[in-house]
């Protein structure tokens, strides 16, 4: 089974390529206002942008969670984990904002630029927001996170947390390829993360952001 998605900007792509996890973002956010759930997963405050060209990955599986800033400020995401996964010409970029004398700083990262993608095993992103073309293959969609097969499972200590829940909204694939790739996200995690052709680059100002 294949499934293709092409959509518009910002939260309107996000909507139509990854539904079920904006659903389950939701109710999450909802529990935790309820006090159903109590969530200790910590993040820093800020907030970083990621582009790539193509992320081809294997083992897909999708599912909302929350993640927590300083302050106990609430970050409902999509989690996006892949048991195997390459990305072509990676930029990553992150403002610090404020510093004396400076102002604001931009930390830009760069890597798989040249004829070896970024390579990452057990990766999990936890998004805030998604822009790109996408295409599954094998999908299921509306399965319970805690019964996913295909891709990495809900990381361990999440569910006693209570940074989701088994029985929310998930959806899984045996492959899911993304191109045009342009996101947010609060956290990024992986057993193996390989970055070929690694630069960093330190800049005054947000010019230099990823997007």
């Not at 399965?143 to 809900?154: C, E, F, L, M, Y």
């Not at 390829?177 to 052709?197: I, M, P, R, Y």
Request: proline share 3%; charged share 15%; aromatic share 6%.
């Amino acid at each position: 089974m294949e499934s293709q998605v092409r959509g518009g900007t910002r939260w309107k792509r996000f909507a139509v390529v990854m539904v079920p996890s904006v659903a389950a973002t939701a109710c999450i956010g909802v529990a935790l206002a309820q006090g159903a759930l109590a969530a200790s997963f910590s993040v820093s405050g800020q907030s970083f942008k990621v582009t790539a060209d193509k992320l081809d990955g294997t083992g897909f599986s999708q599912y909302g969670a929350v993640d927590i800033g300083p302050g106990n400020a609430v970050h409902p995401v999509a989690v996006s984990a892949f048991n195997s996964a390459e990305i072509t010409n990676m930029c990553q970029s992150v403002v610090t904002p404020n510093i004396p004398v400076l102002g604001s700083v931009t930390l830009r990262l760069e890597a798989g630029g040249g004829a070896t993608p970024v390579a990452a095993e057990n990766l999990y992103i936890d998004v805030e927001d998604l822009q790109a073309n996408a295409v599954f293959k094998g999908i299921d969609i509306g399965v319970a996170a805690g019964s996913i097969t295909k891709g990495p499972k809900v990381k361990q200590g999440e569910l006693d947390e209570g940074r989701a829940s088994k029985f929310g909204f998930a959806q899984q694939a045996d492959s899911a390829v993304l191109t045009d790739v342009k996101q947010t996200a609060w956290a990024t995690t992986a057993g193996t993360f390989k970055l070929s052709g690694l630069s960093m680059k330190l800049s005054k100002g947000t010019d230099a952001e990823c997007y």
